[in-house]
């Protein structure tokens, strides 16, 4: 059974920095292209960044560019997302996913999905 955990979310002040996390079971994230998405009330489900299995691709929502930073282990099966600089409008649930093949933006395309972990950033 696939399972993606996300964590390290929490409540921080703006201008400060969060890393998340996303550990996988029952999955070789090595084989998948992983993203980090993101839901605030109200509003869409919205793409925050993405990385190549080997790491050397990655690609970023113009909103996080210069802020956040994706990063993965893969002798760990984990992701990361160093988020600094956090705004307000940052606040959301983040969202951990795996895909095959090439990156994307595009949350239809992703396969495997975590349940979740709340940002709160105050201003």
């Known amino acids: 059974q696939v399972q993606l955990v996300e964590s390290g979310g929490g409540l921080v002040q703006a201008g400060g920095s969060l890393r998340l996390s996303c550990a996988a079971s029952g999955l070789t994230i090595s084989m998948y292209t992983m993203g980090w998405f993101r839901q605030a009330p109200g509003k869409e489900r919205e793409f925050v960044a993405t990385?190549?299995?080997?790491?050397?691709?990655?690609v970023y929502a113009d909103s996080v560019k210069g802020r956040f930073t994706i990063s993965r282990d893969n002798a760990k099966n984990t992701v990361y997302l160093q988020m600094n600089i956090l705004k307000p409008e940052d606040t959301a649930v983040y969202y951990c996913a795996a895909k095959w093949d090439s990156t994307s933006r595009r949350a239809e395309e992703y396969t495997y999905w975590g349940q979740g972990t709340q940002v709160t950033v105050s201003s």
């Open positions: 990385i190549s299995s080997g790491g050397k691709i990655t």
